[in-house]
């Protein structure tokens, strides 16, 4: 990686980080999601900072160029914080699901009994 | 032992009004009430008019989501037997004091089948090819014979109530439901009976979703017969 590439890379992430930490302070984003995308920035940043960490890690996992190696990490990341989304989306329609059907057998009763006070004071 | 009927309805106008006639003609006393689905229909206004018991769901949330809410109900105000059966006529209530004896007989499960007899409205062949697939993927994972997968007249105990008010499939739920009760060993029974062609409204699945819920609900089906034991 050249130099240029470089900065920009660190530029960017550690715009990235503030802009998360901004968003969670304005509590836009609760601390769950935070720590998922800080990590996410730190690991991005390191990388930018220490390109030997990208060289070695391409080495290892037998892949030419460093940059490619940089391609398919980022990649799974992506596709493993996509999974949890799903997971996190599912449990909130089933939250969701509850909320609506206990609101509406709640509202069911209310108006019988309301039903029922109207008959009372109408019968004294 | 106190039954209860839950009739989930979405867009039902033209025909939910016979059906709880004819279900008071039929069973004079049972508790009954009507699940309205969000409809964008009169539903609501109808069942409003004629004092029908009915939770309105604000959103919504699909026949999964409206069945469970009846047994919600069912369940929290402690109704010994419930009994599903759809809105727009084809569901017979003759049917209902059948179903409560098969129940109080000490099945668990008790399943409307228009296929024992193979009398009445047979539904379209590709449906009962579907049927026919989720009928052999539960024979042959839990080695118990139910041939109506799909019917949606069913008659559950207090302990199936508290499964389904806990957890319930959202859409086309029967299939999943019935493989789940097979595999956990619960006593399953289906009577004949005959069901009619709609009297108005249309079936909620088109032809271009169907292939698509065909294999959803067969891959539903597999795991439900696979997963032993979910959260109950």
């Not at chain 1, 990590?39 to 900072?49: E, H, K, P, Q, S």
């Not at chain 1, 996509?82 to 449990?91: E, G, N």
């Not at chain 2, 006639?21 to 689905?37: E, F, P, Q, S």
């Amino acid at each position: 990686m050249n130099n240029i590439l470089q900065f920009i890379l660190i530029g960017i992430t550690f715009l990235f980080c503030v802009f998360i930490l901004v968003v969670t302070q304005k509590r836009k984003l609760t601390y769950k999601y935070t720590f998922l995308w800080l990590f996410f920035g730190i690991v991005t940043l390191l990388c930018a900072i220490f390109p030997n960490i990208i060289i070695e890690i391409s080495k290892i996992i037998h892949v030419v160029e460093p940059t490619n190696a940089l391609f398919l990490i980022y990649i799974f990341l992506i596709i493993v914080i996509i999974f949890y989304l799903s997971l996190a989306f599912s449990k909130l329609v089933e939250k969701v699901t509850t909320l609506i059907q206990e609101n509406a057998i709640l509202s069911a009763k209310v108006e019988q009994l309301e039903k029922k006070v109207e008959e009372k004071s109408k019968e004294s | 032992m106190r039954s209860l009927v839950i009739i989930p309805a979405y867009n039902e106008e033209g025909a939910i009004a016979e059906t709880i006639k004819n279900l008071k003609k039929h069973c004079k006393d049972i508790d009954y009430v009507i699940i309205n689905d969000c409809s964008i229909d009169n539903t609501l206004e109808i069942c409003r008019k004629n004092e029908f018991n009915v939770i309105n769901l604000p959103i919504n949330l699909g026949i999964g989501g409206a069945v469970q809410t009846g047994y919600k109900y069912a369940y929290e105000n402690r109704y010994d037997i419930a009994i599903q059966m759809d809105a727009d006529g084809q569901h017979d209530p003759k049917y209902i004091p059948e179903l409560i004896k098969k129940i109080e007989e000490g099945n668990d499960f008790v399943i409307g089948s228009r296929f024992i007899d193979k009398s009445g409205f047979q539904s379209t062949f590709f449906r009962r090819l579907g049927i026919n697939l989720y009928s052999l993927i539960i024979k042959l994972f839990t080695k118990k014979s139910i041939k109506d997968t799909t019917s949606g007249y069913r008659a559950a105990n207090k302990k199936i109530i508290e499964m389904f008010s806990k957890s319930y499939p959202i859409d086309y739920p029967e299939p999943e439901t019935n493989a789940f009760i097979a595999k956990n060993n619960f006593k399953i029974v289906e009577i004949p009976m005959k069901m009619k062609q709609r009297d108005s409204g249309s079936s909620s699945i088109t032809p271009i979703k169907s292939i698509y819920y065909a294999i959803k609900v067969g891959l539903a089906v597999l795991l439900a017969c696979i997963v032993k034991n979910r959260e109950v």
